[in-house]
């Protein structure tokens, strides 16, 4: 003997479009004490030409008495890429993408 199923409740689209998602958090790939640092600096390459500190649109770097950069705030970096896209010599890498 087939069991009936229940009636499908009618979904009130009007009441679904009420309830708004939350703001998105930013996903930060880095935290401070957990996996790999975010970012490589092969500071043998780099000329201190300050792109990758002046780009930065999370204040991740500092520059350290040379000019070169040092990640003084690795758990802000969002891996947006603007920094190894824009080094002309290819000092930095990520270690998550
Ligand atoms: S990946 Fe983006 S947020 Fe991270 S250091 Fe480079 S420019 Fe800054
Ligand atoms: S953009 Fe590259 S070469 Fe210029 S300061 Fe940054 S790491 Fe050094």
Redesign the pocket.
């Known amino acids: 003997m087939a069991e009936e199923k229940p009636a499908a409740k009618p979904v009130d689209k009007s009441e679904e479009k009420k309830k708004k998602a939350p703001p998105k958090k930013i996903k930060y790939a880095y935290q401070e004490g957990k996996g790999l640092a975010p970012l490589n600096?092969y500071?043998h390459?780099?000329?201190?030409?300050?792109?990758?500190?002046a780009f930065c649109p999370q204040d991740v770097?500092d520059p350290d008495r040379d000019?070169?950069?040092i990640v003084a705030r690795p758990e802000k970096c969002t891996q947006c890429a603007i920094?190894w896209l824009?080094?002309?010599?290819f000092?930095?890498t990520s270690n998550y993408k």
């Open positions: 600096l500071l390459w780099c000329k201190a030409c300050n792109i990758c500190i770097f000019g070169k950069p920094c824009h080094c002309p010599d000092v930095i």
